[in-house]
């Protein structure tokens, strides 16, 4: 599974980008992250993909940087970009080593990033997300905001972690490093059925299609946890 996303997050960038572009049918994300971050602030976002977060909070940030690992993710960015009335800059970079100097951000997010060292590193993974989030938080200037986003499960009619990994890893960034968390609907509304199977099944997966066929799924459910805290 491990190498399934690292392959996706590496070659398949558009791919990935049509499946999340109808998420959050009923705008749920949308109108907490704006309640949680103030506009005019300086964001930095982490892992940030193919531009999901900046596509909501660019627009109103007085400046909004994306880091992500991979090439493929950030060309897909910047096409996203192109389209887009707002502009952020992009960085290519490893979260756990952050090139930016300290208190630089009022606000650090990472959205649905954080959650796979979890399984990429089963053996260590608290260290490995230690520096993560030691790294979030000397980028926060004093008073800042730090928004870790995870799933929740999709396909689901309630929220869950979908691994007991997970489980573990949220409820340590709960106990440990003192975050709360929220729980969001954030479906996805595609045209029919055969549209939400087209461009969800090379991501989910096979039993994914099916569970979509069988319920008729064109709103395919999914749930977000948002975890946020001050810097």
């Known amino acids: ?13 558009s791919d990935y ?10 705008g749920h994300l949308a109108r907490t992250l704006r309640r949680l971050i103030p506009p005019g602030q300086r964001i930095l976002d982490l892992g940030t993909g193919t531009g999901r977060l900046p596509l909501l909070l660019a627009r109103d940030a007085k400046q909004m940087v994306g880091l992500d690992l991979h090439g493929d993710m ?9 389209l887009s009335i707002a502009h952020w800059s992009l ?10 100097p300290t208190a630089w951000a009022q606000v650090v997010t990472a959205g649905w990033a954080i959650g796979h060292l979890r399984g990429w590193h089963p053996d260590d993974w608290q260290t490995q997300i230690s ?3 030691k790294e979030m938080r000397r980028i926060a200037a004093p ?21 007991e990994g997970l489980a573990q890893y949220y409820a340590w960034l709960e106990s ?5 968390r929220e729980t969001l609907s954030t479906d996805y509304q595609f045209a029919n059925v055969d549209e939400a199977v087209e461009r969800s099944e090379f991501f989910f997966g096979a039993e994914m299609a099916e569970k979509i066929r069988a319920n008729g799924w064109a709103r395919l459910p999914e749930w977000t946890g948002i975890w946020s805290k001050r810097a």
């Open 1 to 13: 599974m491990a190498d399934h996303f690292r392959n996706i997050y590496s070659s398949r960038a």
């Open 91 to 100: 960085v290519q970079g490893d979260m756990r080593a952050l090139p930016f």
């Open 143 to 163: 008073g800042g905001v730090i928004v870790i986003l995870e799933t929740l499960t999709t396909g689901s009619l309630t929220p869950a972690p979908p691994t």
């Open 17 to 26: 980008h049509r499946l999340i572009a109808p998420e959050d049918a009923d």
């Open 74 to 82: 950030l060309r897909e960015n910047v096409a996203q970009r192109s």
């Open 176 to 180: 440990e490093w003192g975050f709360t």
């Open 131 to 133: 520096r993560v989030l």
